[in-house]
């Protein structure tokens, strides 16, 4: 009698070794990042090579290269106060929290459950006399306990929770990546800031002077000397000299709210000191290139994506086979409550349930098209973040380039200039020249101090972008023997890890 009370159980567990044995089957295709052929170097700058993880590894600080301390403490600021860092931060802990939820299927289900009822029966209910021996008011208590476990026999559990921690990958470097752009559109609202402090200097010391050149032509008015023409023409560059301070004013609130803003705080009592200061150029090691496709975030979150995509498709494959079921319930059931918990009102249950899908007018077959289609458009994003990112780093290193020669070529322009307004003035003053001489020199050497200016600006906000597209800074490390021998493989994207989805 024993032996055939125990059957049902050695049967449950035999199915259940079985399950285990079939666990290791998975219709997740072979996963690799997709490729992306690449030319064998960039045009801006050095050879294209494999990256190297011991060498020019991202800079949690790359803005300290600019030296500004006032920089260092909104960087910082932002990391703690920023609202867009908040959200990413909080779109990665949903990422987490969902990853742990599908682990949940990798475990056994428990749950308690328990009802205690009066109940009366209907005198006319079906099958039941007038005669009836049954009771027209009975209780009805049951206390149970009851656990259910899917076994993964077609991998379906472990392909959902692979594709759920490569999303959660994603989330993380999303998160990197959010933190870098802020931190990138900081540090060029910043410099825009700067120049513009050094654009409000320029113009205030240009207005001393036409005033001091406007003061000086009255009194020659007054001598007889000069006349009304050159009145109004010092009058007039005055005035336009103080308009264009004003509108450098609000050009530099305009980029201090900007400031105040991305780092989380309101604009309205928000303020950084002024400093004309220029900051200083960062140097761009040769080893750029080489550490770009390992270390920016975006593209290491696209990558993670044609992971889960991949992963999906063996979800989506599994339903094709039957799924597993092995549950048990045990507990006590009676009509009087003082008798609940006693031997004879106890009872169980235990086996295993099976089900299987015959028809379902193609949706499976559709479901697992939609899942290749995704992974379809995930491996597309993927190539296009590589391509985005190889464009943003010859963009970088071509402006770099270019910029600093029209730099260079304005810095000469604007002290030309100013050799020239000087000379105009002396030479004003001694009664050699008309005041529009002075005027011309003067507007020219105003407008090329300006543009070297903004020159440099330019060249200090391109610097960034290349922050940004390398993934955030870089090491000045030399290259050591491993990278030269690296120098020599060939030139294609770090990728490969199997074939195409479904055919692994």
Same mark, same amino acid.
């Given at each position: 009698?024993?032996?055939?009370? %125990?059957?049902?159980?050695?049967?449950?567990?035999?199915?259940?070794?079985?399950?285990?044995?079939?666990?290791?089957?998975?219709?997740?295709?072979?996963?690799?990042?997709?490729?992306?052929?690449?030319?064998?170097?960039?045009?801006?700058?050095?050879? %294209?090579?494999?990256?190297?993880?011991?060498?020019?590894?991202?800079?949690?600080?790359? %803005?300290?290269?600019?030296?500004?301390?006032?920089?260092?403490?909104?960087?910082?600021?932002?990391?703690?106060?920023?609202?867009?860092?908040? &959200?990413?931060?909080?779109?990665?802990?949903?990422?987490? *929290?969902?990853?742990?939820?599908?682990?949940?299927?990798?475990?056994?289900?428990?749950?308690?459950?328990?009802?205690?009822?009066?109940?009366?029966?209907?005198?006319?209910?079906?099958?039941?006399?007038?005669?009836?021996?049954? !009771?027209?008011?009975?209780?009805?208590?049951?206390?149970?306990?009851?656990?259910?476990?899917?076994?993964?026999? %077609?991998?379906?559990?472990?392909?959902?929770?692979?594709?759920?921690?490569?999303?959660?990958?994603?989330?993380?470097?999303?998160?990197?990546?959010?933190?870098?752009?802020?931190?990138?559109?900081?540090?060029?609202?910043?410099?825009?800031?700067?120049?513009?402090?050094?654009?409000?200097?320029?113009?205030?010391?240009?207005?001393?002077?036409?005033?001091?050149?406007?003061?000086?032509?009255?009194?020659?008015f007054a001598g007889g000397i000069a006349n009304g023409m050159e009145i109004g023409q010092s009058g +007039?560059?005055?005035?336009?000299?103080?308009?264009?301070? &004003?509108?450098?004013?609000?050009?530099?609130?305009?980029?201090?709210? *900007?400031?105040?803003?991305?780092?989380?705080?309101?604009?309205?009592?928000?303020?950084?000191?002024?400093?004309?200061?220029?900051?200083?150029?960062?140097?761009? !090691?040769?080893?750029?290139?080489?550490?770009?496709?390992?270390?920016?975030?975006?593209?290491?979150?696209?990558?993670?994506?044609?992971?889960?995509?991949?992963?999906?498709?063996?979800?989506?494959?599994?339903?094709? /086979?039957?799924?597993?079921?092995?549950?048990?319930?045990?507990?006590?059931?009676?009509?009087?409550?003082?008798?609940? /918990?006693?031997?004879?009102?106890? /009872?169980?249950?235990?086996? !295993?349930?099976?089900? /299987?899908?015959?028809?379902?007018?193609?949706?499976?077959?559709?479901?697992?098209?939609?899942?290749?289609?995704?992974?379809? +458009?995930?491996?597309?994003?993927?190539?296009?973040?590589?391509?985005?990112?190889?464009?943003?780093?010859?963009?970088?290193?071509?402006?770099?380039?270019?910029?600093?020669?029209?730099?260079?070529?304005?810095?000469?322009? *604007?002290?030309?200039?100013?050799?020239?307004?000087?000379?105009?003035?002396?030479?004003?003053?001694?009664?050699?020249?008309?005041?529009?001489?002075?005027?011309?020199?003067?507007?020219?050497?105003?407008?090329?101090?300006?543009? *070297?200016?903004?020159?440099?600006?330019?060249?200090?906000?391109?610097?960034?972008?290349?922050?940004?597209?390398?993934?955030?800074?870089?090491?000045?490390?030399?290259?050591?023997?491993?990278?030269?021998?690296?120098?020599?493989?060939?030139?294609?994207?770090?990728?490969?890890?199997?074939?195409?989805?479904?055919?692994?």
């Amino acid at each position: 009698m024993a032996k055939a009370r %125990w059957r049902p159980l050695a049967g449950a567990a035999g199915i259940l070794t079985l399950a285990q044995g079939l666990a290791g089957c998975s219709f997740a295709p072979h996963y690799e990042p997709p490729k992306v052929a690449l030319a064998p170097k960039f045009d801006g700058m050095g050879p %294209w090579v494999p990256a190297n993880p011991t060498q020019g590894m991202p800079s949690e600080t790359w %803005w300290t290269a600019y030296q500004d301390p006032q920089l260092d403490a909104l960087e910082q600021r932002l990391l703690t106060d920023s609202p867009s860092l908040a &959200a990413a931060l909080a779109r990665h802990d949903r990422a987490r *929290a969902m990853l742990r939820e599908a682990r949940a299927d990798l475990f056994p289900q428990v749950g308690l459950g328990g009802t205690l009822t009066a109940n009366r029966q209907s005198d006319q209910r079906p099958l039941r006399s007038n005669g009836s021996l049954q !009771p027209d008011y009975y209780g009805a208590h049951t206390v149970s306990a009851s656990g259910s476990y899917e076994a993964d026999v %077609w991998g379906r559990v472990r392909a959902n929770i692979s594709a759920g921690r490569a999303d959660a990958q994603a989330a993380a470097d999303d998160l990197a990546d959010t933190r870098l752009q802020l931190q990138a559109e900081l540090a060029e609202g910043y410099i825009v800031l700067r120049g513009q402090d050094r654009e409000i200097e320029l113009l205030t010391s240009t207005v001393a002077a036409y005033s001091r050149a406007d003061h000086m032509t009255e009194r020659r008015f007054a001598g007889g000397i000069a006349n009304g023409m050159e009145i109004g023409q010092s009058g +007039a560059q005055l005035a336009e000299a103080k308009a264009a301070l &004003a509108e450098a004013r609000n050009a530099r609130a305009l980029a201090e709210h *900007a400031v105040a803003t991305l780092v989380g705080t309101p604009a309205t009592g928000f303020s950084v000191p002024a400093s004309a200061r220029p900051l200083p150029m960062p140097e761009v !090691p040769v080893s750029v290139p080489s550490t770009l496709l390992e270390r920016r975030p975006d593209i290491a979150a696209a990558e993670r994506r044609v992971a889960a995509a991949n992963q999906r498709i063996g979800v989506a494959k599994a339903a094709f /086979f039957p799924s597993l079921l092995l549950g048990g319930q045990i507990g006590t059931q009676t009509t009087s409550v003082a008798n609940l /918990f006693t031997a004879p009102t106890t /009872f169980w249950s235990i086996g !295993p349930n099976v089900a /299987f899908t015959l028809l379902d007018g193609g949706r499976r077959h559709a479901r697992v098209r939609e899942a290749r289609a995704d992974w379809e +458009a995930a491996a597309a994003t993927y190539r296009g973040k590589v391509l985005s990112a190889v464009q943003d780093v010859e963009d970088g290193l071509s402006q770099l380039h270019h910029l600093g020669d029209e730099a260079m070529a304005e810095t000469r322009a *604007a002290q030309q200039a100013g050799q020239v307004e000087t000379l105009a003035t002396r030479r004003y003053e001694r009664g050699a020249v008309s005041y529009l001489d002075v005027v011309n020199a003067q507007t020219t050497a105003l407008r090329t101090r300006q543009q *070297a200016i903004r020159v440099e600006t330019r060249r200090l906000q391109a610097s960034v972008r290349l922050f940004r597209a390398v993934g955030g800074g870089w090491s000045l490390r030399t290259p050591g023997k491993a990278d030269a021998n690296a120098a020599a493989m060939p030139a294609t994207v770090p990728a490969a890890k199997g074939g195409e989805p479904g055919k692994g």
